[in-house]
């Protein structure tokens, strides 16, 4: 985001390749922008050339995608925020300020997940 932009408004959006993790394809992509102070995109990751995702990948991809978000959160105007939902884990969230998040990773087919970009605060 350049500087000088606004801040307490979402101005754009990443674009859809910033959301791909490597041996993974996108299954599914939306983006929804509920008001200027609040976007929603909503990602499924599916394994590349295969069925399923082991325990181990789906571990590794959980992490990457918490990484996404951390680095999401690099690239705005502080007072902007990203968190992550994710869909197939009882809608477990992660924050950027959260040192101690975990999920109990399984097989899996997919992965759904919705990034949150969100005012925190007007300045």
Not at 14 to 31: H, M, N, R, V
Not at 36 to 54: A, G, H, Q
Not at 91 to 102: A, E, I, L, R, S
Request: charged share 35%.
């Amino acid at each position: 985001m350049e500087e000088g932009k606004i801040k307490n408004t979402i101005t754009k959006s990443f674009e859809l390749q910033d959301y791909w993790i490597k041996e993974t394809e996108l299954s599914g992509f939306w983006a929804d922008l509920l008001s200027k102070e609040e976007l929603t995109v909503e990602v499924n990751y599916r394994p590349e050339n295969k069925k399923i995702f082991s325990p181990a990948e789906t571990e590794t991809l959980i992490r990457e995608i918490c990484g996404k978000c951390d680095s999401f959160e690099a690239q705005l105007p502080e007072n902007i925020k990203c968190e992550v939902t994710f869909k197939d884990f009882g809608g477990k969230v992660y924050k950027t300020d959260q040192p101690d998040f975990g999920l109990q990773p399984g097989e899996i087919d997919e992965v759904k997940v919705a990034y949150r970009f969100y005012v925190a605060y007007y300045v």
